[in-house]
């Protein structure tokens, strides 16, 4: 306990600074001080926002950032990213109970089978962020990234439930599956945390804690019930049940990108040396 106090005291710390909101402003009021000192020019006392259009920090009443959860778009995010975690923390905890009651292991090699979970939301990671560059490139809009939450969602969403109905039969199948999930959480987590910096740059702290605060209430609601749920229906139909309700969830808002995504593709350059006046 003590351990963990201490640690989320240096965290809380450290966020605080590096959060947009703070760091943003730190920043740029920097670059406009050190660019009055290279021109010779008196510095100003206070940075008005012509000099610096970045606002300076203050503390907000902490259920403001709940106002975000109103856009529709904020919503939908929260909710099936919400969805997906509480089925991805759901397995997390039933995973060593499997472990150890079916397939016998002792804490220690029950520990290392959270091994392939880490391993995939690493390549998740990267590989969701190279993805959101790629398409950030191709259709210079913010809403490219949620198409990258999409993918990162559609690759959750398979693992979760062929994790409840494979990891009572082989060792090797809840791994692999745990590994899908893990690789499809961080990769979704990523591109919602990109797009809502992108939307709102000024507050994407405060868009994120809105955001996160649905994510792991449900995890946690998740937790509490869903143990006990698996006794009595199963694994593999409570899995099921979560992986549709995230699916459902998730594509009235991909059908909205995708159609978005369409209508803002860049129209290919036209070469006017080809062009042949009539």
């Not at 740029?28 to 010779?40: I, V």
């Not at 392939?116 to 398409?135: E, K």
């Amino acid at each position: 306990f003590i351990f963990i106090a201490i640690f989320g005291a240096v965290v809380t710390v450290c966020v605080f600074f590096l959060v947009p909101e703070t760091l943003h402003y730190l920043v740029a009021e920097r670059d406009r001080r050190a660019k009055h000192a290279q021109a010779g020019e008196p510095q100003a006392a206070t940075s008005d926002l012509a000099a610096n259009p970045v606002p300076k920090p203050h503390l907000m009443p902490p259920w403001k950032p709940l106002f975000y959860l109103r856009v529709p778009i904020f919503a939908w995010l929260a909710w099936t990213v919400g969805l997906a975690t509480a089925a991805l923390y759901l397995s997390a905890v039933i995973l060593p109970e499997i472990m150890i009651s079916v397939y016998g292991l002792n804490q220690l090699m029950t520990g290392l089978t959270y091994i392939p979970f880490g391993v995939g939301g690493m390549l998740g990671s990267q590989f969701g962020g190279l993805v959101s560059r790629q398409l950030q490139r191709k259709y210079l809009v913010k809403e490219s990234q949620l198409a990258s939450f999409i993918i990162g969602v559609a690759i959750t969403v398979p693992g979760l439930a062929l994790f409840g109905w494979t990891a009572d039969y082989h060792i090797s199948a809840p791994m692999v599956m745990t590994f899908i999930i893990g690789c499809g959480g961080c990769w979704s987590f990523g591109a919602m945390l990109s797009y809502g910096t992108q939307a709102q740059p000024n507050n994407a702290g405060a868009v994120a804690s809105a955001l996160q605060l649905v994510q792991f209430g449900l995890a946690a609601v998740a937790i509490g019930v869903g143990a006990l749920v698996a006794q009595t229906v199963g694994n593999g139909a409570l899995f099921t049940f979560m992986a549709g309700l995230t699916l459902v969830t998730l594509v009235p808002g991909a059908v909205y990108v995708v159609l978005f995504l369409r209508r803002s593709k860049p129209e290919p350059a036209t070469d006017n040396a080809s062009v042949v006046s009539a």
